[in-house]
């Protein structure tokens, strides 16, 4: 599996855009990339997945580089309540397994 | 809204005890999955189920057993509970999708307490 490097913690004022970096130097061909966003005292939510460029949505965008071994989750115009924890994964795409691997997260602190 | 539900939010055991952790879903996904979250340490995959009566091991599945019998649940069982199970349990369920994604649905989580 491959194995995720993020930072612990990030301070941001609000109305900023943040920017959270993942490296996973290890990332096998078939894997793909996804972040959640986790709560106090709820389970983790799904924000983003992609596989290579740049993929946008509502929430979130998320940058990918040409070889894969990092990427960036941006979150644009960040208030309070994005306060939480972000996890980066790569997916184990092996034959019948969807094993995600969570590592330790990067805690997002909103200042107002 | 996929719903995925815990027995319970908060579950105080004994040492030794049997533990049972009920899990259920409402939307028909084949996948389903149990993590422990301990502070630092983030969450690790215990163990996982992709079909009914199938289970995978993950990363720490010393101390623990699972069983899927429906589709819509999956059961983590403590067979002798210890003070190092401890922890914050969440189960989360997924559809294949082909292989191609990764958006798990999570439960609230049952914060246990062995004493």
Redesign the interface.
Known sequence: LAKTTQPISMDSYEGQEVNITCSHNNIATNDYITWYQQFPSQGPRFIIQGYKTKVTNEVASLFIPADRKSSTLSLPRVSLSDTAVYYCLVGDSGAGSYQLTFGKGTKLSVIP | DVK?TQSSRYLVKRTGEKVFLECVQDMDHE?MFW?RQDP??????IY?S?DVKMK?K??IPEGYSVSREKKERFSLILESASTNQTSMY?C?S?T?SG???????????TRLTVT
């Open positions: 995925v996948n993590y630092g340490l983030g969450l690790r995959l996982f992709y995978e993950g990363d969440l989360a997924s294949p292989g191609t994604s990764y958006e798990q649905y999570f439960g609230p989580g």
